[in-house]
Nanobody
Framework: VQLQASGGGLVQAEGSLSLPCVAS??????MGWFRQAPGEEREFVAA???????YYADSVKGRYTISRDIAKNTVYLQMNSLKPEDTAVYYC?????????????????WGQGTLVTVSS
């Protein structure tokens, strides 16, 4: 599986961005988004299963939405009401089981990351 994330950029606080992640190969993966700020550990953001069950970190609940387009084999992370503390490199990832979907070390495949910068 190859993953290609894009859509990052510079946005002002309270703005919005949408990050697509295009996957090649199999479609029945759990897809997740993680982020890593400078000097910080990688953290879970959101995940979606092949049956469209979704999971969110508390810090993004109500502001972010994860969705998937099966036909395009693409997962989207819609980010609204962005805050400066959302600034990070965002990574999409895939795994084939439903176990530990919020744990970055349990994902098998990773995209290259896309930088999101939120200015105050």
């Amino acid at each position: 599986v190859q993953l290609q994330a894009s859509g990052g950029g510079l946005v002002q606080a309270e703005g919005s961005l949408s990050l697509p992640c295009v996957a090649s190969g199999r479609r029945n993966y759990v897809m997740g988004w993680f982020r890593q700020a400078p000097g910080e550990e990688r953290e879970f953001v959101a995940a979606i299963t092949w049956s469209n069950n979704t999971y969110y970190a508390d810090s993004v609940k109500g502001r972010y939405t994860i969705s998937r387009d099966i036909a395009k084999n693409t997962v989207y992370l819609q980010m609204n009401s962005l805050k400066p503390e959302d600034t990070a490199v965002y990574y999409c990832a895939a795994k084939s089981t439903l176990v530990a979907v919020t744990t970055w070390g349990r994902y098998d495949y990773w995209g290259q990351g896309t930088l999101v910068t939120v200015s105050s």
